[in-house]
């Protein structure tokens, strides 16, 4: 067991373990953005910081195929921040909200040696889309196009400069494809860590293992902070689903099926 899930199996809640934890019709979701882990002040400015921070949250919202409400708001922040880093960070956390329709009910602020945020999201759903359910002979797909956010942090290490529209910065959530899709999804979750890790999770929790219809290179699969999302899906419902794809303008891409063998996740550990 890697150091991540040995501290988590620390904790017995039944609700741990997927993207979110539902409780009645909300669920509660909470993810870390960390200066130095998750970015680095010479790539992006506090703007995008804030804006990266809220949709990599919201992301887990909608994973579960909940609608986003509120959000929690925790920033530690250096001592020498500007009055004007302060205005963009909260114009990026407001803008984004905004636009999801998100209220920010309250948080807490502290200083701090570095620029750290955590952000709790409040949502709430009719039909909660949760990693477990996947059965044997279930097609998996993933949406967009995977690899762009590896390419752009390494660009960003090296000459520290990327496009301005560049993945790494603009996160587009599938939310309105989950939605149109809720009915006919079997299990789902986001890819933030990358494919094969995020298979992963659903392999040991599912008890399950892929067989994969092509190649995937390590280049696209290894790659996290992507965003989209990762499902699972009855055979029967392939012709639905690909509708659901175009009608929402979601590339879909069936890359496995499910089946009784092992799974082993070729990429490094993320986090530990
Ligand atoms: N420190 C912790 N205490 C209690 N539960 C935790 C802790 N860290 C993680 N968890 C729970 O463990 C489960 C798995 O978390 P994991 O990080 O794999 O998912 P995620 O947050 O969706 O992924 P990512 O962090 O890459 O976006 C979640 O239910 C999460 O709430
Ligand atoms: C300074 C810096 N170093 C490394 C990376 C790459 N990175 C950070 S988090 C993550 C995956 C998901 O993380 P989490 O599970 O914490 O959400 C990846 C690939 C970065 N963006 N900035
Ligand atoms: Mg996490």
């Avoid at 659901?244 to 979601?250: F, N, Y």
Wanted: proline letters at 1%.
């Amino acid at each position: 067991m890697n150091l991540e899930n040995y501290f988590i199996s620390q904790f017995h809640s039944k609700r741990i373990g997927d993207d979110g934890a539902v409780l009645g019709s909300f669920v509660y979701s909470k993810d870390a953005f960390f200066e130095d882990v998750h970015f680095n002040l010479k790539w992006i400015n506090h703007y995008q910081i804030a804006q990266k921070s809220m949709l990599a949250n919201i992301s887990d919202a909608v994973a579960m195929n909940a609608k986003p409400k509120y959000a929690l708001l925790s920033v530690a922040m250096p001592r020498n921040i500007t009055k004007d880093q302060m205005r963009d960070l909260a114009r990026g956390f407001k803008e984004t909200a905004k636009k999801f329709n998100i209220e920010i009910i309250g948080g807490d602020t502290i200083s701090n040696i570095k620029l750290d945020i955590t952000i709790t999201i409040i949502s709430q759903t009719t039909k909660p889309l949760l990693r477990s359910g996947l059965k044997k002979g279930y097609l998996l797909a993933y949406t967009g196009k995977l690899g762009r956010s590896q390419k752009d942090f390494l660009k960003l290490r090296n000459l520290g400069k990327i496009n301005a529209k560049s993945k790494f910065v603009n996160i587009q959530l599938r939310d309105k494809f989950v939605q149109k899709s809720s009915r006919y999804l079997s299990s789902g979750m986001d890819i933030s860590d990358g494919l094969f890790s995020d298979l992963d999770k659903l392999a040991s929790i599912n008890k399950l293992g892929f067989r994969f219809f092509k190649k995937i290179s390590k280049r696209v699969a290894c790659s996290g902070e992507e965003y989209e999302m990762l499902v699972a899906f009855d055979k029967r419902f392939k012709k639905s689903m690909q509708r659901r794809a175009m009608q929402t303008r979601t590339p879909l891409n069936i890359f496995a099926c499910s089946a009784r063998v092992g799974y082993t996740n070729r990429c490094k550990a993320h986090h530990f």
